[in-house]
C-alpha cells in the first residue's frame, strides 16, 4: 500500500502527459516534423539552463517563464518556415535548431557547478519525485491547452491533414500555425520540467507511431495511443521502483519494448490476413481497425 500510494502522483503524471502529448503527436506525425517536440523540448531546456546559469531555482517561476520565452521564440521560427513553401525544408530547421540549442545548454552548463545533474535530470527528468502540486498546475494548464484545440480542432486538424485546402478555404495558415506551436510550445516547457526531453519526445512520437500501425482514422489513432501510453507509464514507473533505475530512463525504453512488440504482433495478423483472404486483402487492409470489417 505504500509502494502504491509513493507511485500515485506519478502514474497521474504520466497519464496527464500521454492525454495531451498523444493527440499532439498526430498532429506533428501528420505535419511530417517529427522532430519538433525534441526541439522545442531542447530549447525549453536551454531556456532553464540559462536561468540556472543565473542563479534561478530550476523549478521556480523565473525558470519556468525563462524557458517558455525561449520555447515561444522556437515556436514563432517554426510557424514562419513551411515547408512546402520555403527553400529550406522545415525540418532541417528543426534540425538546427535542436542541436544549436543542444550546444548552447553545454556551453552554458560548462560554466555551472551542478553541470552533470542538471544534464541528466535536463534528458530523462525525475518524473519519480513529482508533488501533486506540480500534478495539479500541469492538469489545469493542459487541460485549458486540451479546451483550446477542442473548440477549434477543425482548423487545426485541416491544417495539419491539409494546409493547401486550408489555404484555398481562405484559412491563415501562418496565423493558425504559430497559435499551434505556440500552445505546443507550452506543453513541452511543462513536460520538460517534470520528464526531461527524451520522455517527452517518447510520449508525443511513440504511441502515435504505435497506433498508425493498426489504425487510419484520427479516433482509433487516439484510442489506442492513449491506451499504450497508459500501460506503458503504469509499468515503467513500478519497474524503475522495483529494479532501482531512473524513472525516466526506464519508461522510453518500456516504449521502446512496447513498440516492437506492437510492430511485431501487427506482423502476424498480417500474415493471417494473407493466409485467410489472400495476398492483395492483406495489402490493402493492413489496420486491425479493419479485420473485423474484412470478415
Known sequence: MDTLTFLLAPFIASLIL?????????????????FVDLALAQIAALGTTVAVL????????????????????GAAIFSIIKAHKARIPQEAIIGISYAVASAAAILAMSK????????????????????????????????????FHYIFRKKFLLISMDPRRAEAEGVSVR????????????VVTSSVAIAGVLLVFC????????????????????????????????IGVYLSLKIDLPTGATIVC????????????????????????????????????NVGRAK
Open 18 to 34: 500521454t492525454g495531451i502529448h498523444a493527440y499532439l503527436g498526430v498532429h506533428v506525425v501528420e505535419r511530417g516534423v517529427v
Open 54 to 73: 543565473y542563479g534561478f531555482d530550476p523549478h521556480g517561476r523565473g525558470s519556468y517563464w525563462t524557458s517558455l520565452a525561449f520555447t515561444f521564440l
Open 112 to 147: 555551472s557547478i551542478a553541470q552533470t545533474e542538471h544534464l541528466k535530470e535536463m534528458l530523462v527528468g525525475n518524473i519519480l519525485t513529482v508533488s501533486w502540486a506540480e500534478v495539479r498546475v500541469t492538469a489545469m494548464i493542459y487541460g485549458l491547452i486540451g479546451l
Open 175 to 186: 496565423f493558425w500555425d504559430f497559435l499551434f506551436y505556440a500552445s505546443f510550445g507550452l
Open 203 to 234: 510520449y508525443l512520437i511513440v504511441p502515435s507511431v504505435a497506433a498508425m500501425l493498426y489504425a487510419e482514422r484520427i479516433g482509433p489513432r487516439l484510442a489506442i495511443g492513449w491506451i499504450m501510453g497508459t500501460l506503458v507509464s503504469g
Open 254 to 289: 518500456t516504449f521502446g519494448i512496447a513498440l516492437i512488440l506492437m510492430a511485431i504482433f501487427r506482423g502476424v495478423v498480417r500474415r493471417s490476413l494473407t493466409s485467410v483472404y489472400g495476398p492483395a486483402h492483406a495489402a490493402t487492409e493492413p489496420a486491425i481497425e
